[in-house]
């Protein structure tokens, strides 16, 4: 025998750890035995009659699971000093869904954290997976920290070879006697967000079956799938309860969500006080391209379950009661953990739509067709011919007397103000014209129907158009983002009453996407943007009596309006429901969405980075279709890069740094906040959002979700 262990032959000891039953045995191998070989070898040697269909061999040393069955063990470069586990792929997460309530779930470590949550939606009947991921619970003090500035015993260190250096996988089985942490120490305090694991006291409680949700918020399922549930192992008491004995099933109870939320979970609700804290939160994503076990998250370990792309594709009300309900849960507790601004106006409006949908949660709903509309029960056959019948005659566009040789023309004095370095913001008025998708600004109304040239000339197809809206200051503003030479130019716009802006505004978001004031949309983007407006002017008196609902102000607005309201906050917030008293349940979650998605900060992931080339950090929203350099302070737009001028986006590696390429010119930085794969994946993860097509029958394309987020290629 040679000193390494090795025999003559080649051959060597190689050790596993058989963590199901907490055994060690040793194998005599050679470096070309595959991996399904040693599986087998090491299933003859235990001679235990059970299902091993289910275990894989991971690498505690280099964090990494040896699921290519073919690949030897050289390929993998496993030698006689290794030791390897053999452990079940699926193991019980505790999943915090979008309304704070937590499930406890039978989830694959083994696979890409990408396909573990296309999984985990499957069973939960979230349609459009794609648009979610897991992330990590955050405590305040990550968010005073930059990552690389994290206190040490909060960071995950990496190893020369840039492996995760993270404790060993717990084992299935965790005798009474033993801490839930588990016998190797798995969620020892260095990690770096810390889960809450499953305490010994609460997993030998079963939960009444009157109520689905136990007093730690806490749900659980037991079936015995491999994807979703729970095996004997975790269940061995006969501990938790089925869902689908409650509520007619797993999809109604998650269709709709508790009032409140536990104390408990209300007081480790994060926060943020400024746009840089702000920014910090996304740290949390996990990696896309790895799976969850690979990046620290063990046995009994808790992830947050949330919408990650603010691109939400085909909401249907028929198809999408889970998803929607879901959607809506996220947006309100951005909201009230003031993620997100709002005035005090829309503040009352969301509390108002969500009295409604509170409301709404106990009364029989209508039933939805196809398209999400209102209508008697339809089968397929009906609809797809009705489908078909609007495909081949077209939809009625209008009901009244149109002149078709008319170009439509949108006229009106506005004030507007370009911004320029060192300018104060002053408004100057001019006589503005809407037509053929360019807006033309004359100093007055007689100029614009005579020869004189415009002074202002501005193209709004693929411009981003955004409301700056403050009804108690009477002040209803847009603001263009123009593409131009140099990036996209900031305008902005002051309309002098909310009829005027209800017009404007509609204008410049329909020419935005290249239609014009003749399409049929117009008269009910108008009246849309109308109402919405309405929505947030309260009623003279509210329909319900204020002593006949227990509102609890925290549940209903963010802090900072609390504070503000203090005795008077019921009476405000009733008098503004009564605009929405008559809204269905989906009505009203879907009305709350679209408010959301109309605020000015909506959609726009913050990330702390520093330009090379520059000595101080700046902010980067990232949105759905564009890149934004923005002032770490203020949030002021200094420059912004849409989409379809960027031609490649990298990142090195060695140094961390990204370069993202556009027509007009490349930019690299460096992210502070966060690792610069988060980066690349939430441009490359918008990309792939943006190649969705409306084929009912379109299959998800993981491998090109991959290829445009992993930054591996």
């Known amino acids: 025998m040679y000193s390494d262990g090795h025999e003559v032959d080649g051959s060597w000891v190689l050790r596993v750890y058989v963590t199901d039953l907490q055994v060690?045995?040793?194998?005599?191998?050679?470096?070309?035995?595959?991996?399904?070989?040693?599986?087998?070898?090491?299933?003859?040697?235990?001679?235990?009659?059970?299902?091993?269909?289910?275990?894989a061999l991971w690498w505690p040393a280099r964090n990494h699971w040896l699921t290519r069955t073919r690949s030897t063990l050289d390929q993998y470069g496993v030698a006689a000093d290794a030791l390897l586990h053999f452990t079940p792929m699926h193991k019980t997460l505790r999943v915090q869904l979008p309304d704070m309530r937590c499930l406890d779930c039978r989830v694959d470590f083994s696979v890409k954290t990408f396909n573990a949550v296309i999984n985990l939606c499957k069973e939960l009947g979230i349609r459009h997976p794609e648009e979610l991921s897991f992330c990590k619970p955050l405590e305040p003090n990550h968010l005073k920290y930059n990552l690389k500035d994290l206190p040490v015993k909060k960071k995950i260190e990496h190893q020369k070879n840039g492996h995760w250096n993270v404790s060993a996988d717990t084992n299935t089985f965790i005798p009474a006697s033993q801490s839930p942490r588990g016998s190797t120490g798995s969620l020892d305090q260095s990690s770096p967000f810390m889960c809450a694991p499953v305490t010994p006291n609460n997993r030998n409680h079963s939960t009444p079956i009157s109520s689905p949700v136990s007093h730690t918020g806490t749900w659980k399922r037991n079936n015995n799938s491999s994807g979703f549930g729970s095996t004997g192992s975790f269940n061995a008491n006969n501990s938790t309860m089925s869902l689908e004995a409650l509520n007619g099933g797993l999809t109604e109870s998650l269709a709709q969500?508790?009032?409140?939320?536990?104390?408990?979970?209300?007081?480790?609700?994060?926060?943020?006080?400024?746009?840089?804290?702000?920014?910090?939160?996304n740290v949390s994503w996990l990696d896309s391209s790895l799976s969850i076990m690979e990046q620290g998250i063990r046995e009994f370990d808790t992830l947050r379950l949330k919408f990650k792309f603010y691109s939400f594709y085909d909401l249907n009300p028929k198809t999408d009661a889970v998803r929607i309900n879901m959607i809506y849960e996220q947006a309100k507790w951005q909201l009230l953990a003031e993620e997100i601004d709002c005035t005090e106006e829309e503040m009352l409006m969301f509390a108002a739509l969500q009295v409604q949908v509170n409301l709404q949660a106990s009364v029989p709903q209508p039933t939805y067709d196809s398209n999400g509309a209102t209508s008697p029960v339809e089968d397929d056959?009906?609809?797809?011919?009705?489908?078909?019948?609007?495909t081949l005659e077209g939809s009625n566009i209008s009901n009244g007397p149109s002149d078709i040789t008319q170009v439509p023309e949108l006229c009106d004095e506005l004030r507007f103000f370009k911004p320029k370095r060192f300018t104060l913001k002053a408004f100057k008025r001019y006589w503005f014209t809407c037509r053929d998708l360019q807006l033309r600004l004359y100093k007055s109304r007689e100029e614009a129907g005579g020869s004189e040239s415009p002074v202002y000339v501005i193209n709004l197809r693929g411009c981003e158009v955004?409301?700056?809206?403050?009804?108690s200051q009477g002040r209803y503003g847009i603001r263009l983002e123009v593409p131009s030479a140099e990036g996209m130019t900031e305008m902005w716009i002051r309309c002098d009453n909310e009829q005027q802006y209800a017009k404007w505004m509609a204008a410049c978001r329909l020419a935005a996407k290249g239609r014009s004031l003749a399409d049929a949309s117009y008269e009910s983007e108008v009246n849309s943007i109308a109402a919405f407006l309405q929505l947030q002017r309260p009623a003279p008196a509210p329909a319900i009596n204020p002593n006949a609902l227990d509102i609890?102000?925290?549940?209903?607005?963010?802090?900072?309006?609390?504070?503000?309201?203090?005795?008077?906050?019921?009476?405000?917030?009733?008098?503004?429901?009564?605009?929405?008293?008559?809204?269905?349940?989906?009505?009203?979650?879907?009305?709350?969405?679209?408010?959301?998605?109309?605020?000015?900060?909506?959609?726009?992931?913050?990330?702390?980075?520093?330009?090379?080339?520059?000595?101080?950090?700046?902010?980067?929203?990232?949105?759905?279709n564009r890149l934004m350099r923005?002032?770490?302070?203020?949030?002021?737009?200094?420059?912004?890069?849409?989409?379809?001028?960027?031609?490649a986006w990298n990142v090195n590696w060695e140094v961390k740094h990204m370069m993202v390429q556009f027509e007009e010119e490349n930019i690299i930085f460096e992210c502070q906040s966060a690792d610069c794969k988060v980066v690349h994946e939430f441009i490359g993860?918008?990309?792939?959002?943006?190649?969705?097509?409306?084929?009912?029958?379109?299959?998800?394309?993981?491998?090109?979700?991959?290829?445009?987020t992993g930054g591996w290629a």
Not at 257 to 281: F, G, N, Q, Y
Not at 630 to 647: A, E, F
């Open 257 to 281: 969500s508790p009032t409140s939320i536990s104390p408990d979970v209300r007081v480790k609700l994060i926060k943020p006080k400024s746009l840089i804290e702000r920014a910090r939160m």
């Open 24 to 55: 060690e045995r040793s194998l005599r191998v050679k470096g070309e035995l595959h991996i399904g070989g040693v599986m087998l070898r090491l299933v003859e040697d235990l001679d235990i009659a059970m299902d091993w269909s289910d275990h």
């Open 630 to 647: 923005m002032d770490l302070h203020t949030g002021d737009h200094l420059k912004t890069w849409r989409y379809n001028t960027m031609k």
């Open 466 to 471: 955004t409301p700056d809206v403050h009804l």
């Open 381 to 390: 056959i009906d609809a797809a011919l009705t489908d078909l019948q609007v």
């Open 552 to 624: 609890v102000p925290e549940d209903y607005v963010a802090p900072r309006f609390a504070k503000k309201f203090k005795g008077k906050l019921v009476q405000r917030i009733l008098e503004a429901h009564a605009n929405v008293k008559d809204l269905p349940l989906v009505e009203a979650k879907l009305n709350y969405i679209k408010a959301w998605q109309s605020l000015p900060e909506y959609g726009i992931s913050l990330f702390i980075v520093r330009f090379t080339g520059k000595s101080k950090d700046e902010l980067l929203g990232i949105a759905n």
């Open 685 to 708: 993860g918008y990309i792939f959002l943006s190649m969705r097509s409306k084929e009912a029958n379109q299959t998800l394309n993981e491998d090109l979700f991959h290829k445009l």
